[in-house]
């Protein structure tokens, strides 16, 4: 009978033997089946995740260079493949099965969006929709919502991905996703990688530009929400709205 030698049908990043953790791990483990994630910190929860794909690895170390280079959770599952494997002991595996994480949490909350008790109008619900879809994104990304009169998602859509302080948003384009979809309203959403949530005057007119390109065929721009390693920004929380959009 062939015998499994240590190494063989393993990720790469595997093949090397590494002390056993299993003590810790069981702690983890035990820590999140009591309370989940919460009193976890940041690199306790990638070290938790990294522990179904490296097995026999102190994911601790790993957890904290991720962390190092990516600044944040978001910013690891979001990252992209080939800057991971840069990461010492993340290979084609591991950085697979960190962008399905991260993808697995951007469908969470677009399904979460579809779903009829979604508030829309709830500012903080909307933060946590778009820092999960565009939060950990490099470069500035657009992310549109078209909204049905009952305030249901219809569709959602990356417009446009710009440079790391710049997306170009091209209010035609809304027009005409709003057309097609047969949207009553439209909230739109970008991200701010560079840290501070504060708009730019470039950003307010493009809103701007975009709330009165949908006016005249009906349409309402309900919300436009920046995402920021430092916060969050909502026009309509700040009164941009109040001239009529």
């Known amino acids: 009978m062939h015998e499994l030698r240590l190494g063989e049908d393993m990720p790469e990043e595997e093949k090397i033997e590494a002390p056993d953790y299993r003590g810790h791990r069981s702690r983890l483990k035990a820590r999140f089946e ?17 522990f179904f794909a490296l ?17 944040n959770f978001i910013g690891v599952i979001h990252a992209d493949t080939r800057e991971l494997k840069e ?4 290979g084609d595996h591991t950085a697979l099965y960190l962008k399905a994480v991260g993808a697995a949490v951007g469908f969470y909350f677009d399904e979460r969006a579809k779903q009829e008790d979604f508030q829309f109008t709830n500012v903080n619900e909307l933060v946590d929709y778009f820092r999960a879809a565009i939060g950990g994104k490099p470069n500035e990304m657009l992310r549109v919502l078209y909204l049905n009169s009952n305030n249901t998602r219809i569709h959602a859509e990356d417009l446009s991905e710009g440079t790391v302080t710049e ?10 996703g709003a057309l097609k979809y047969r949207a009553a309203s439209v909230i739109i959403g ?18 701007g530009e975009i709330g009165k390109a949908l006016k005249t065929v009906g349409v309402t721009l309900q919300e436009h929400v920046i995402v920021a390693p430092a916060g ?7 009164g941009f709205f109040d001239n009529g959009f």
């Open 232 to 238: 969050f920004y909502s026009y309509r929380k700040n």
């Open 87 to 90: 990461i010492k002991g993340i």
């Open 167 to 176: 997306a170009a948003a091209f209010p035609r384009r809304i027009v005409e």
């Open 190 to 207: 970008h991200n701010h990688p560079g840290g501070v949530p504060e708009p730019s005057e470039n950003d307010n007119a493009i809103t």
């Open 34 to 50: 009591k309370t989940g994630f919460q009193g976890f910190h940041d690199y306790e929860v990638l070290e938790f995740l990294l």
């Open 55 to 71: 097995h026999r690895k102190d994911t601790k170390s790993i957890a904290r260079k991720l962390l190092k280079r990516f600044k």
